[in-house]
């Protein structure tokens, strides 16, 4: 038996406990739990078969009970002595895609993105769009090319055509970009023909990781119109490996910015929330950008109320994003086209001046969160290199 050493300040105390997929050399990937700097194997630790599976999702299928009854199990063995033979330090295991990602749909709730975005593409035009303040306007993206942090992104090719060109031609992008989000995943789902209520959230929702929505600016912008993203954006989307329980950001709810005019009542939540979380975005290893979530125009239910409105069913690993997370400063914006105004304002990053991605950038997206009893919690990261196109 062990007693794992927790810190003082460490982001994985008791009050996070995020699940992952991981395995170690030799071995099946399996259900683990991050405590400090060690990962706990949940089948060897809690004898259930449910967790020596490839993904969350048979776990987030048995419904919030099970997650509540499961994290107050762990919180109490994790207190005392674990069999060592269910503990690994982090930097020997190999951490793998969380969930078995059912369908993906990518929000657009920051106004601050959402209003720099509109006066980038659209700069004729008012910046936000009719409807936007109405509802959260989000998109479907491509489930199969989520990928876990570390995965390498190639660079993709595609049809592009700068205003000043006569016609489109094909390419690679050369204006390849991030975009730093929240990802929230749906344990429970909802039957086709029937609505989640924007206070029934925490039935459905298992819990949030971080997202890197790649978009080849280029690409996106001479086809989005009329039918929004495409290619601009499903050549992939990386996410952190570990998934942080709803159960574990109680602390961090923050009242959304007031919303004017009020939404419809299906969009009427009795307290509005969001996260009072903090993202860093490095690019190269520099701190280009901090954006804060709790500025959020749309919150995570009314997000997953208005996705199901229409009577669309919600499935165990359904992944949706929050959308860009930008503040009101510069220094604050979760996009690079946003940072550097389109390419116009380029930003230094380790004494280089720079815009969109080069190849061989690497770009690592954090968090933390206010945790329970004064403690930090982090999300861990997301993190990838770019590779030439092929
Ligand atoms: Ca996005």
């Known amino acids: 038996m062990t007693r794992i050493a927790i810190p003082e300040g460490s982001p994985f105390g008791l009050s996070n406990l995020p699940y992952g997929v991981f395995s170690t050399p030799g071995t099946a990937p399996r259900v683990g739990v991050r405590v400090a700097n060690t990962v706990v194997d949940l ?13 969350l999702n048979a776990f987030m299928a048995q419904g919030r009970e099970r997650w509540v009854e499961v994290r107050d199990r762990l919180i109490a063995l994790l207190a005392g002595d674990v069999p060592g033979s269910a503990v690994h330090p982090v930097g020997t295991v ?12 990518d929000f657009y709730a920051s106004e601050h993105h959402a209003s720099n975005i509109g006066r980038l593409f659209r700069p004729d035009s008012e910046p936000l769009m009719p409807n936007w303040k109405h509802l959260p306007v989000g998109y479907h993206g491509r489930a199969g ?10 660079r993709p090719s595609g049809q592009r055509k700068a205003p000043s060109d006569t016609v489109p031609s094909y390419g690679p992008s ?6 730093a989000e929240v ?14 209520g924007v206070d029934d959230f925490s039935e459905h929702v298992f819990g949030a990781v971080l ?16 039918l929004g993203p495409f290619l601009g954006k499903s050549f992939a989307t990386s996410i952190s490996p570990w998934v942080v329980p709803l159960l574990a950001l109680e602390s961090a709810r923050v009242a959304t ?14 307290n509005p929330w969001g996260l009072d979380l903090d993202l860093v975005v490095e690019w190269n290893g520099q701190v280009v950008s901090r954006p804060p979530y709790r500025e959020m125009y749309w919150s995570p239910a009314q997000m997953l109320a208005h996705m199901t409105v229409n009577g669309a069913s919600t499935r165990t690993g359904d992944l949706f994003g929050s959308g860009t997370v930008s503040g009101g400063e510069k220094g604050q914006r979760g996009a690079f086209i946003e940072l550097t105004w389109g390419g116009k304002e380029p930003v230094e990053v380790n004494g280089e001046s720079r815009t969109f ?13 206010p945790g329970s009893s004064g403690t930090r919690i982090g999300f861990g990261e997301v993190h990838a290199r770019i590779l030439p196109a092929i």
């Open 174 to 179: 050369r204006r390849l970009d991030i975009e």
């Open 257 to 270: 910015p007031p919303q004017d005019p009020e939404p419809l009542p299906y969009l009427r939540e009795k």
């Open 211 to 226: 997202l890197n929505d790649w978009s080849a600016r280029d690409i996106q912008a001479w086809e989005y119109v009329p």
């Open 357 to 369: 991605l080069e190849d061989g950038d690497e770009v690592t997206i954090s968090a933390t969160a």
């Open 43 to 55: 089948a060897a630790a809690l004898g259930e078969d449910v967790f020596a599976r490839p993904s």
């Open 145 to 154: 090319t989520v990928v876990v942090s570390g995965t390498d992104i190639v």
């Open 94 to 105: 190999r951490m793998h895609l969380p969930i078995e990602v059912a369908d993906y749909v």
């Open 183 to 196: 990802g929230f995943i749906v344990g429970a789902g909802s039957r086709m023909g029937t609505a989640v």
